[in-house]
């Protein structure tokens, strides 16, 4: 198996939005972002599927080295391998590697966030790092389009802590702020106990509302002149925003007990609509 095909492979078993997105991109750019979104599997798999958490931070210790070799020309696995040519044919940053891991290392020392403004960096730095990445590897002339890239990373993360309530209290972490838990008057026993309770929907339904404040910001955001080069962020959004739309009809406060996705088939159907429609 080349480094490429295990990207590739990491990315279609993951069954994300982000796979369905790639599918339209011109070769070099695709294996690109494809290497980009296997990396990030990795370094979120060890926060996630390690339960010893020395284990977790002594590997996540291994992919900075890693990125150092990565960046000396010397890396060894097959994700880092397979990124060489895009780092050098994009110029994607050290740093910005680097900026994921911490992310990553947030979720090992962290499992509340007090306010909004607590929960952004580790949602920059965990999502909007990857957007502005990935805005390099589509392209783009005018530099507010790393505004929109930024932004539409937030609204992404946003819409993953909303999905995945339920799943994250599985393993102790809630991302809802706590000052939003206390102004809705939802106890954090509640959500670790899976308790769904009108309060709890207030609760989501202002979560989605911010979500969906960060699709409009982040898509206003984007210069014309570069809408056509950043097409696969604008499937994003469209999937994205459709889970979101799913989870608001079907009842905020159920995310608790279910994981809502949408089905491969549709994920698919809106990925074409919006490459060629927009």
């Not at 090992?108 to 990935?134: H, I, P, T, W």
């Not at 991302?175 to 509640?190: G, I, K, S």
Request: overall charge neutral; aromatic content about 12%.
């Amino acid at each position: 198996m080349t480094p490429d095909q295990y990207c590739e492979d990491k990315a279609a078993q993951s069954g994300s939005s982000f796979y369905y997105s790639f599918r339209f991109l011109p070769q070099a750019q695709r294996l690109a972002i494809t290497a980009l979104y296997a990396f990030c599997r990795e370094v979120d798999d060890v926060v996630d599927e390690c339960h010893d958490e020395a284990v977790a931070r002594t590997k996540l210790a291994w992919w900075r080295a890693e990125i150092d070799k990565l960046y000396a020309g010397a890396p060894e696995h097959p994700v880092s391998r397979a990124l060489v040519g895009p780092v050098q044919k994009f110029e994607l940053q050290r740093e910005h590697f680097l900026e994921i891991i911490d992310g990553m290392q947030m979720d090992l020392e962290q499992a509340r966030y007090n306010s909004f403004k607590d929960l952004q960096l580790y949602c920059y730095r965990v999502a909007s790092v990857v957007g502005l990445m990935a805005a390099r590897i589509f392209g783009y002339e005018d530099k507010d389009t790393q505004k929109y890239a930024h932004d539409l990373g937030i609204a992404f993360q946003l819409t993953n802590i909303i999905r995945d309530v339920g799943e994250d209290a599985r393993r102790g972490r809630i991302y809802l702020p706590v000052e939003e838990l206390q102004r809705f008057n939802v106890p954090a026993a509640d959500i670790l106990n899976y308790r769904e309770s009108p309060e709890f929907k207030a609760l989501m339904q202002f979560q989605i509302e911010r979500a969906e404040s960060y699709y409009d910001k982040a898509l206003a955001q984007l210069p014309r002149v570069d809408r056509k080069r950043q097409r696969t962020g604008l499937v994003m959004a469209a999937i994205y925003r459709a889970t979101l739309a799913e989870i608001k009809r079907d009842g905020p406060e159920k995310v608790l007990n279910q994981r809502l996705s949408l089905t491969p088939i549709r994920k698919l159907w809106l990925a074409w609509r919006t490459w060629w429609f927009g």
